[in-house]
């Protein structure tokens, strides 16, 4: 789902930043006050690495390509959309710096579908399922794994879109320029993995996830109020996905749409004039989580590293998301 530099034209691009940065913007006066809690650092960088570590879970889908859960849900259920918008996009920022998964030029349109869509969707679907019910009802468990599963089912469609519309736009004398595939392919590659496979990961992981964080640290899902909150199941979490962070080197293949130009060309024959420009714009620090020329042992050694060294840099980008929101909010109080 992390679309690359080289696959979407300029209007597309565009207009994923256009509505990205409002909404991040918006997202950081909301959780303002929240944020200047004592433990706002821990929390958010917590809520980040959950959707990070989750997302380096690849697994096997339909067609030979992979894909992931995102885990945006989750953390929309427990601290709340806005906090989620913000987690999900310092986790897809990671990703694009420093191991190059996902563009540069396309982070507005990745965070668009990830961080903004997949939990303003879950969290409104959890909410309409769960109403008022008990913290341990099962409607809240049936409310945040539905939530979850028709979130990146959606997210995925608006993907299938996005890369779909670009044969459209931009073909120059029957070639395409950027994604040369058209909406009747994109459309159900995206969606029906992620319904049949994606989508079911992504609900036992918010399932299993709040059920047992609802059971250890409830306290957890008032953090939007300001409640003060125990975090050692919160840690907990992060650990046991660290451990399983190898398991995503399982499966083996390409997640679609984010094939380089030598595979590209062995797909349709040509490497589209956007990708051939534009796919190579940043290598990043780590490529591909280490693995580029990694094998054996050392493959998973330099995954979980690449999951270790995500979490410290998410967790100083909390501290410097909350510092700002602080020093904001002691601005405001002074005028």
Partial sequence: MHIPDGYLGPETLAAGWAVSVPVWYVAGRKVKKILTKPKAVPVLGASAAFSFLVMMLNVPVLGGTTAHAVGATLIAVIAGPWIAVLAVTAALAVQALLFADGGLLSFGVNCFNMAIVMPFAGYAIYQLIAGNSDLRSARRLVGAGLGSYFAIVLASFFVGVELGIQPLLHTVNGIAQYNPYHLSTTIPAMTLSHMAIAGPVEAAFTVGVFAFLARTSPELFSVELGVSAPLRSLYGVIAALVIATPLGLLAT???????????????????????????????????????????????????????????????????LIVRLCRRSGRADSLT
């Fill in 253 to 319: 293949g390409t997640a679609y749409g984010e094939w380089g130009g030598d595979e590209m060309l062995n797909r349709v024959g040509y490497v589209p004039h956007g990708l051939a420009r534009l796919g190579d714009l940043w290598a990043g620090v780590l490529p591909d989580y280490g693995q580029s020329n990694a094998t054996g042992a050392w493959a998973v050694v330099m995954y979980v590293v690449s999951a270790v060294v995500g979490i410290a840099l998410l967790a100083g980008i909390a501290w």
